[in-house]
């Protein structure tokens, strides 16, 4: 039997177990040739959680050798070792067996090259997974608690403090204090968040943990409690709070926390749209010719009307010098552009179909098929935890399955049942005289039309006019 050898071990693991990668090998190799087994390869994932299969190269590798049949037999030291999460698990055993490759582990003495040891090793991870998910649970239980008592568990720190490892405690970093008073100071002098950043750089300022600082950045310093004692817990959660905090010394008065805080809300009337909505429908296709950067949209309600500008996110970063300009300008550029375009040719190629319906409903037939996966993962966990009996669990699998399969056929002719429901005339017409059927859509058919038709608009705001350098159909 041509086998993989597959090791891993979290760093935590390794610090507190001692479960090294040279144990687990050492362990397995002779495990290997005691069963007078060929050691095709070794697969090692070191210091890399076994949370999930995405994230672990050599178990991509692997996964890759047993399809192409180097090797017919996978060893491991421990399930766990290979996943903590069933689904993954299913996954695994199912591929396994596709290919005509066992799976062994050395100590819970499993050997998929029989129904009871496939019905075994899925047992053992509902219980691995169960473990997962507890010990993620207590340690949310722990954190919680601890923030709840006043005590600050971010032991990366934050700007202004210094985390003192060991002793669980901040203490004040002089320099770094001195300019998170400063950004509040210069918020309530009139300052932008941006403007703030590109101060902070400009003054080569360094930022906690050697990253840029940006907007985010700076309003996360604009709305953490912790300059004025206090310490929160869950920011987007539902059972989120906030205490106050031990041996915490404030950089900041709370009256002035307070008043940047309400000022900040009296200018959310200025925001950022990160999606194209109906009125900023330029959004996705837009691309800064000089920098290649994507824009974002920004709306301003003045006197109850609404101004839309668009920014690139380099200049937005300080690494672009590109100005935003208007959604107005951008529109009489884009028509101006249409003007000197000769009616475009109709080819197919044109059709982009993975933007057309039938990417829409794969996903729809795709997600299905998942949450029936998810059900047939449920129906396993109930069986053995007693809850069903066998000739349910028989029936639920059965009609699971039948499900599976028929979406399964409606996936591989989901192309030619949809393709020739598109209507060519029209799509000949949109395409072959692009500005008469521009000016006559609504925003939200403008939407579509852009994200359907264009790939990119390279634009740029050259002496106060805005100049589009190139439309990519």
């Known amino acids: 039997m041509h086998t993989a050898i597959y090791a891993r071990v979290s760093t935590e693991e390794q610090a507190t177990e001692g479960f090294s990668i040279h144990a687990q090998k050492d362990k397995l190799t002779k495990y290997a040739e005691s069963n007078d087994w060929i050691i095709t390869d070794y697969y090692v994932d070191d210091g890399i959680s076994g949370k999930n299969l995405t994230e672990r190269p050599e178990v991509t590798r692997l996964i890759e050798d047993v399809k192409s049949g180097k090797i017919n037999n996978v060893l491991v030291y421990k399930l766990d070792r290979l996943t903590r999460n069933v689904k993954d698990l299913i996954y695994l055993i199912e591929l396994f067996d596709k290919y005509n490759c066992t799976f062994n582990s050395q100590t819970e003495k499993i050997d998929t090259s ?20 507890n010990l993620a649970e207590r340690v949310t239980f722990g954190y919680e608690q601890k923030t709840k008592e006043g005590n600050y568990t971010n032991t990366n720190g934050v700007f202004g403090y210094d985390y003192i490892v060991g002793k669980g405690i901040l203490e004040i970093n002089k320099l770094e204090s001195y300019y998170v008073k400063k950004i509040y100071e210069w918020y309530l002098q009139g300052d932008s968040m941006i403007k703030i950043a590109n101060k902070l750089r400009d003054g080569n300022v360094p930022t906690k943990r050697g990253g840029h600082w940006t907007q985010s950045t700076i309003q996360s310093i604009l709305t953490n409690p912790l300059y004025i004692g206090k310490i929160r817990y869950g920011v987007n959660k539902k059972n989120k709070f906030e205490v106050n905090g031990k041996n915490i010394t404030p950089l900041i008065e709370e009256s002035t926390f307070n008043n940047v805080n309400n000022l900040m809300k009296k200018r959310k009337k200025f925001y950022n749209k990160r999606f194209a909505s109906n009125d900023t429908y330029y959004f996705r296709v837009l691309r800064c010719s000089k920098c290649g950067g994507r ?12 101004y839309i500008t668009y920014h690139c996110n380099g200049h937005h970063n300080g690494t672009c010098d590109t100005p935003g300009f208007s959604h107005l300008k951008l529109e009489t550029a884009f028509l101006k552009y249409l003007d000197n375009i000769k009616p475009l040719e109709f080819t ?13 409903e794969r996903t729809r037939i795709t997600n299905e098929i998942s949450k029936l996966n998810d059900k047939r993962t449920s129906t396993i966990k109930l069986f053995t935890e007693d ?19 028929k979406l399964n056929e409606e996936l591989n002719n989901l192309n030619i049942e949809l393709e020739e429901e598109i209507n060519i005339d029209n799509i000949k017409e949109i395409i072959t005289n692009i500005k008469n059927n521009f000016i006559h859509l609504n925003n939200h058919e403008r939407k579509i039309f852009l994200e359907r038709f264009i790939k990119e608009i390279k634009v740029i705001k050259e002496d106060n006019a805005v100049i589009i350098k190139e439309i990519i159909f």
Request: no cysteine; net charge neutral; proline share 0%.
């Open 114 to 133: 029989n129904a009871v040891g496939r019905m075994f090793v899925k047992i053992i991870g509902i219980f691995a997974e169960f473990e997962r998910e």
């Open 295 to 306: 824009y974002h949209a920004r709306q301003q309600i003045q006197n109850g009307k609404k």
């Open 348 to 360: 197919y190629e044109i059709i982009d179909k993975k933007e057309l319906d039938v990417d829409f």
């Open 387 to 405: 809850k069903i009996d066998f000739e349910n669990y028989k029936k639920m699998q059965s009609i699971i399955e039948e499900k599976i399969t």
